[in-house]
């Protein structure tokens, strides 16, 4: 709770102020209205003690269920592109228009999904190995390891019996692109990338192209393992990469107050997509309710400031979606120019009880 109290207060320490030069602006102080019959009652500024009040945990909770039901029903997830994002898109999309205080839109925009499946055996013995996201397909079927000399970083790294064959590299100095593609331009058949440090490697190419060879990583103890094996004599493995790249249409979400000056606005950030591997409430389902609920809340108060709320699409596989939206933004100047402050919230619940 404490997190997302924060949220409130770092929200409302920058609505609240005036964030231009004041001139013709908070003049409205409220009197003269509500004094006629039937009248509303002019409402309070904002405030973070009091928004802060205003965000309860039911609502958090209740939130962060209903990401969890659509997760459930879509397979699990909420990653880029899915069914399960899309229903999470539609779900805040509908929530903070119902409150008729927002000019809300959905902004479209294409990007390259991927996912996939490695398998390796070396000698015959099963070897753990993670596909680097946006590696192609393939399958070497006893095929021969050889590894390149220092880190696989340019052509001369790599020696001409590698031609189909697998390369075995190690991390570092530069990217798995780079690697990948110097790979593929040796002709081998497929890329083994070893780590540099203890533990797995969840690494990404950077983007799709025809030009990489099919890449996986292994722990640095698989990468020693098998260069030791080398030592003494040939090594021959089977690898195959199954993977799956497609382009799909994702969506960002940006609600903007319909009170508050909109030359001067405070916009408020987070990604609404999951990882493939689960459902995402903390990452980051904990900072799109967060931000939800401050919206929510929002329409009590007066406000100085226009406050824009963008929900972004795509986030974990480079956030793209904050990218796409920025891209968009910075064509028009003047649209640039409004935008006085930004904060990103992700992953602000905590596993520890406070
Ligand atoms: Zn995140």
Redesign the pocket.
Known sequence: MKNFATVSLAVLALASPALGDGKGKGKEDGKGKGKGGGHTPPKPLVSSKTLQADVSLKALRSHAEKLQSIATANGGNRVFGSAGHNSTVDWIYNTIKATGHYNVYKQPFTEIYSEGSSSLSVNGEDINSIIMTYSPSGTATGAEIVPVSNLGCTAADYPADVAGKIALIKRGECNFGAKSLNAHAAGAVGALIYNNIEGTITGTLGEASDDFAPVSSITLADGEKIIALIAEGPVTADFAVHSLSEERVNYNVIAETKEGDHDNVLVVG??SDSVKAGA?IN??GS?SIGILEVALNLPKYKINNAVRFGWWGA??FGKLGSYYYVRQINQTESELAKMRAYLNF??VSSFYLI
């Open positions: 987070a990604h995402g990452d980051d900072g986030e974990e992700d992953m």
